[in-house]
């Protein structure tokens, strides 16, 4: 059975879509059997990350209305063979489907893929209900400041009430400069952490290219710390290179 797993923040702008997009490019890469879902039924954006044009598209929010069956509404990425269930911008769908409906949804795929991972929206609202409801586990991102780290402690705290796994914390945009470091989030979150993806501009000149970053800037920062979340996610280790290794025994 496909498990599905919830990006989610309180907070707005941390990085959900991103991670989502990158993290499911990757686990697709790898060979596992997955789809990527835009969850956020209010503010979908997941489609640009992978260039899917929405006018005239069937999408999350046609299969919730049926009016269309799920299966028409998924997209493949050639390159990656990821599957992507895009959600629609159009204001009378929008208003017009209900969150609830979204467990009701999953169900009827869920046995299709190894992984289903669910781009979540901001605050706490129905629809970020329904995301973790219909979730399996929950994958906190957060960046570094104090008031994004706030938001994951009360996204913690919600999840605990709703009986929900968090499997653990990507910490987003990280700058060893700024803000919380990585062994006082750590402390303060006593969570695993899944990934620490350095902030890195070229996660935003990805999205010209209407590419994740992991696609079109492999050897970038950001694509690299990807790597290793996944692979943190799925219980392996990269091999360090003589180069890191050095470095970790003499510098840290
Ligand atoms: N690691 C990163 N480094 C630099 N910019 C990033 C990084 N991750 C995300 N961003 C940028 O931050 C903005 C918000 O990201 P997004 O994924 O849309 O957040 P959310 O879905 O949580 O609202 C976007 O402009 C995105 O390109
Ligand atoms: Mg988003």
Redesign the pocket.
């Known amino acids: 059975m496909g498990k599905v797993i919830a ?1 989610s ?1 309180i ?11 990158n993290f499911s490019y990757l686990l697709s890469s790898l060979g596992y059997n997955t789809l990527v879902i835009d969850g ?1 039924l209010s ?1 979908a ?1 997941l489609a640009m ?1 992978f260039g899917i044009d929405l006018k005239n598209a069937n999408t999350l929010h046609h299969v919730m209305l049926n009016r269309k069956k799920v299966l028409d509404a998924i997209y493949l990425h050639p390159k990656s063979g990821l599957k992507i269930l895009p959600g629609s911008i159009d204001y009378e769908l929008i208003m017009k489907v209900k969150a609830k409906g979204l467990s009701n949804t999953l169900e009827k795929i869920r046995d299709l893929f190894d992984y289903i991972i669910l ?1 979540t929206p ?1 605050g706490i609202n129905e629809n970020l209900l329904a995301c973790i409801e219909a979730s399996d586990e929950v994958l906190g ?1 957060t960046t570094q400041d104090v008031a994004s780290i706030g938001e994951t402690l009360k996204l913690l705290e919600l999840c605990s009430q709703l009986g929900k796994e968090v499997r653990g914390i990507i910490i ?3 700058n060893k400069r700024f803000g919380l470091l990585l062994d006082q989030l750590k402390k303060f979150l006593g969570k695993e952490i899944i990934g620490v ?8 000149e ?2 010209e290219y209407l590419s994740p ?1 992991v696609e079109i800037f492999p050897r970038a920062r ?1 694509s690299r ?1 990807f790597n290793d979340a996944v692979l943190c996610y799925l219980g392996m280790k990269r091999k360090e290179s003589l180069v890191e290794r050095m470095f970790r025994l003499f510098y840290k």
């Open positions: 990006f923040s907070k707005g702008g941390v990085g959900k879509t991103t991670c989502a997009a956020n503010g954006n990350q781009d901001a991102i987003n945009k990280y993806i350095n902030e890195d501009p070229k996660v935003s990805a999205t970053v950001a710390d």
